[in-house]
């Protein structure tokens, strides 16, 4: 460090060893508050539409049994038609995707927004495999003659997987929302109420299908 005593005629430098504390900038670091448990994480909004969705979802789990109570042999024979290991790969593929959600808000909030966007992409490529999955499995089905019309299982089957699909797609969408939030800067360590809704309702689609994969691909 470099001073000087204030007389003209006796004017000299003084050099004094750098401390660390020199080095260091004087920004602050931003840190996130502790998780509190007893707050319920995302926005009032977002969960007036998971609650929805929910509601959605729940009717047709209501119609699914309706429609298994009544043809019990369609819905015995029906899962063995299906792509099991298609199902049991996107089973893996969301549980995948709802960890990688959790990580890029835990890189966030310790202040590395690079490592958020990186895991944040990999839960958009995890959806992605999904669509891709999901596609490929309907081409499959319908090659062996399996449509809506085939019977009542199967019309439960597409109108459930289509309809969860289009959820997987939708999210997939807020994901890449909130990442470009992080890249302009609007989201940091300690304010992104908005990932953690995405992610709120990236984890809705999860659960959703938890119980449809059961109840199509194994349940006979």
Not at 33 to 38: L, R, S, T
Not at 63 to 70: C, D, M, N, S, T
Not at 112 to 129: I, Q
């Amino acid at each position: 460090m470099i001073t000087s005593n204030n007389s003209p005629q006796e004017a000299t430098l003084t050099l004094s060893p750098l401390t660390s504390g020199d080095l260091i900038s004087d920004t602050p670091k931003q840190e996130a508050p502790p998780f509190d448990p007893k707050r319920i994480p995302g926005n009032p909004a977002i969960w007036v539409g998971i609650f929805s969705e929910l509601t959605e979802f729940g009717i047709f789990f209501v119609i699914y049994f309706l429609a298994r109570a009544h043809y019990p042999e369609q819905f015995t024979s029906g899962p063995l038609q299906l792509h099991t290991t298609a199902g049991t790969i996107n089973t893996l593929v969301l549980l995948t995707s709802s960890f990688c959600v959790v990580k890029g808000i835990a890189a966030l909030r310790a202040s590395r927004p690079d490592a958020a966007v990186r895991w944040l992409w990999m839960t958009v490529a995890a959806g992605m495999s999904y669509l891709v999955i999901k596609y490929w499995e309907y081409q499959w089905n319908v090659d062996r003659g399996i449509e809506v019309n085939t019977n009542n299982f199967f019309a439960v089957y597409y109108y459930t997987t289509f309809n969860h699909m289009l959820h997987v797609g939708w999210g997939s969408g807020g994901i890449i929302w909130a990442i470009s939030q992080i890249k302009s800067g609007n989201y940091t360590a300690t304010n992104h109420s908005g990932l953690i809704a995405a992610a709120c309702y990236w984890h809705m689609i999860d659960l959703a299908w938890i119980i449809i994969f059961p109840l199509l691909y194994v349940l006979r």
